[in-house]
């Protein structure tokens, strides 16, 4: 089997063996960056575990999953053709835990060092740590690698022992987030990011929210990327049914309104039902209805933290209101021609005491 051939197996796996066509460039997804999209190539070192998480595609008693291992400089290679052509920009390796953690990590680790020694990368590379890796492996992925992140997978020790026997939260991941949070700290171009399964278990929003709020205040995370549950076929779950992809995406709203716009797990708890976030509604637009006596916003003389909370005004938005008002006070929608989200925002505010309703 030819390098291309393991690289299309090996990334058709990781996208968790979903029905349709991959070829080789299917190992190349494009990430979310402040500048926009970045295509990266997504690999996993080995489709081998000793673990058998039991959402798992790669768990080790999976039957019919072709058990490959890339060899570091199979990889290094691999990725500088592409780069070379230009075809991808970045690195995210991630493995199975073969052998052990720390051999796992090791292969890892060497497979970044031969892209930076060997062929003189100086581009993005991103490692997966793995449960259980030693503080040197961790003080090493660090030192090569621009992003490292450890999965959580869910929001409590007791749940992720029900999916992921041998794995702890508390005793193993979040004292190596704590390590890489004082890593990186005060690093440019260094992060660190978590992931967590939502609907695997019976876990509520709420557990979830707390969680984010914690890790992101306490560890500062650069983000904390959720993935709706999907079973898989020959695993314990394959009957349990997906989970809605719009949980997903209000999470990943949530995350923003606390990573950007100063959002705590407390605004959250009184839009809850029944510990979840209602999926009909952007989870902003909800916190402001929960908060009648703030209706409506003036805009000629809300300040910047009240303006943000507006529904439909971001950041952005909100300089520029500041901006315009300081030119002349804000009396007419016409005000606000090319500002985003006009319809929304004037449903929620006034200008110069008058409410206007766009049809
Ligand atoms: S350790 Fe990772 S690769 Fe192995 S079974 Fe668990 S989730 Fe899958």
Known sequence: MDLQQKLRIMSRLANFERDGEFNFESCIYEASTPKGKV??????????????????????????????FLQPEEIARGFMELYNRGRVKGLFLSSGIFGSAEFTMEKLIDTAKILRDKYGFKGYIHLKLMPGASTQSVEEAVKVANRVSINLETSKEERLKNIAKGKSILKDMLPK???????????????????????VGDEKDEEIIKAVDFLNK?????????????PIKNTPLEDKPPENPIREHRLYQVD????????SYEDFKPILMNGNLPLDKDPKELWFLAHPELFPVELNTADYEL????????????????????????????????????????????????????P
């Open 307 to 358: 303006l943000i909370r507006v529904p439909g005004i971001g950041k952005e938005t909100a300089k520029e209101i500041i901006r315009r008002r300081k030119v002349k006070r804000l009396t007419q929608p016409e005000d606000l021609n090319g500002i985003r989200n006009l319809k929304k925002i004037l449903k929620y505010t006034t200008l110069n005491g008058k409410h206007f309703n766009l």
């Open 218 to 230: 306490r560890y500062r995370m650069s983000r904390v990327y959720f993935s709706a549950f999907f």
């Open 256 to 263: 923003f309104l606390i990573r950007e716009y100063g959002f």
């Open 39 to 68: 295509p990266i190539l997504k690999l996993m070192q080995t489709t081998m575990c000793d673990k058998n998480c039991i959402y798992c595609a790669f768990r080790r008693d999976r039957e019919g999953v072709p058990r490959l």
């Open 177 to 199: 987030i704590e390590l890489v949070d004082r890593l990186i700290r005060g690093q440019r171009g260094k992060s660190q990011i978590t992931q967590m399964m939502v609907g």
